[in-house]
């Protein structure tokens, strides 16, 4: 497995990196020594996924205490990580607990330890609620490499496999940037787990003729009453699974919840470069001053979701009930193994 995210060790402080726009062509590491290159990093989606972005911001704000010459200059560089994207709440939250303690190293490590405990629960918890058989469809990548930990959903969807279960995926490439096509082909493989891939415009058809008994996706923010901001195309595939019948499950840590927002109309949904549609894999597709919409992310509806996978458990709907609750539990580190 690529571990997304670290601390280097050796040398002058630099929080090291795979870079994931190479994949799957070539492996690419690389350090982050300044918060230029940082922000850069998570700006450009060299590393991204709710969650690895999250410990990515963690370890920055360390490499920020490092750098900055006064608490003014520490804070300046905070604000920076944080708006490198905005739809994902983990990048904030992370930031913040980080500066909480002072910006340490410790806490920065904590976050990237919990986060491989969370999404063994989540994934735990995930895979009893996938078919003994049958196939499954995903949305761009939430595996390790958009986590630094085990993943989300396909950390559901590997779980379940070992487990005995026997599934074949359906892997989206999601357009734009392809993070289906080159980053969870791979991660399926490398468990391997038997998967197919489609072009996203496939997806309701495959639903529907090969026998889908299953579509689960992560989540970059969501609202309190289960509204889902995630990887642009999501919103359809809830739709055509509510359709169809099939269950529509979201697998996500409790840091991507914001208990702060009672609904998901005000989630500041990312918007990105026109070239990354008119240049799609690298090449001139439409011409070149055409007018393009590129909204990264959108919102599907908590009315839509069949379930919310959290390392606490699947909250269900009406999730104004199951969801907030979850803003008081104690961290998943502090749990013994009965509470859990
Ligand atoms: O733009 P990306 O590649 O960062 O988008 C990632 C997603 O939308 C993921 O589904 C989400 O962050 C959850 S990652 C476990």
Redesign the pocket.
């Known amino acids: 497995m690529f571990e997304p995210v670290w601390w280097e060790a050796d040398g002058e402080p630099a929080v090291g990196y795979l870079d994931q726009r190479a994949l799957p062509q070539e492996v690419v590491r690389a350090r982050a020594c300044t918060i230029d290159a940082v922000v850069a990093a998570i700006a450009t989606?060299a590393v991204?996924?709710?969650?690895a972005i999250g410990v990515f911001g963690a370890y920055g704000t360390a490499l920020a205490r490092t750098l900055a010459l006064d608490d003014a200059a520490f804070d300046a560089s905070l604000a920076r990580i944080r708006a490198a994207r905005p739809t994902?709440v983990n990048l904030a939250w992370a930031v913040d607990r980080v500066r909480e303690a002072g910006g340490s190293l410790a806490a920065a490590r904590a976050i990237h330890d919990e986060q491989r405990a969370v999404d063994r629960a989540i994934a735990q918890h995930g895979a009893e609620l996938l078919p003994s058989r049958g196939a499954v469809l995903t949305h761009?990548?939430?595996g390790p490499l958009?986590?630094a930990g085990y993943?989300?959903?396909l950390g559901v969807i590997v779980e379940a496999h070992a487990g005995g279960k026997r599934l074949h995926v359906y892997v989206d490439e999601t357009r734009p940037?392809l993070?289906g096509a080159r980053l969870t082909t791979v991660e399926l493989a490398q468990a391997g787990v038997p998967s197919t891939l489609i072009v996203d415009a496939a997806a309701a058809a495959t639903m529907q003729r090969k026998d889908v008994r299953a579509v689960i996706?992560?989540?970059?923010r969501i609202a309190c009453n289960g509204d889902t901001a995630?990887?642009i195309g999501t919103f359809g595939l809830a739709l055509a699974a509510a359709g169809l019948g099939i269950p529509f499950y979201v697998a996500?840590p409790r840091s991507t919840i914001d208990f702060a927002r009672r609904d998901g109309s005000t989630i500041a949904l990312e918007e990105r470069e026109p070239d990354e549609v008119r240049n799609a894999g690298g090449g001139l597709t439409a011409p070149a001053a055409v007018d393009v919409f590129n909204p990264?992310?959108d919102v599907t509806p908590g009315r839509l979701v069949t379930g919310i996978v959290t390392e606490y458990g699947v909250a269900r709907p009406p999730y104004e009930d199951s969801l907030p609750d979850l803003a008081t539990r104690p961290g998943l580190a502090m749990l013994t193994p009965a509470a859990r």
Do not use: E, Y
């Open positions: 989606l991204r996924g709710a969650p994902a761009c990548n939430t958009a986590t993943g989300t959903a940037l993070q996706v992560g989540a970059d995630n990887k996500a990264a992310f």
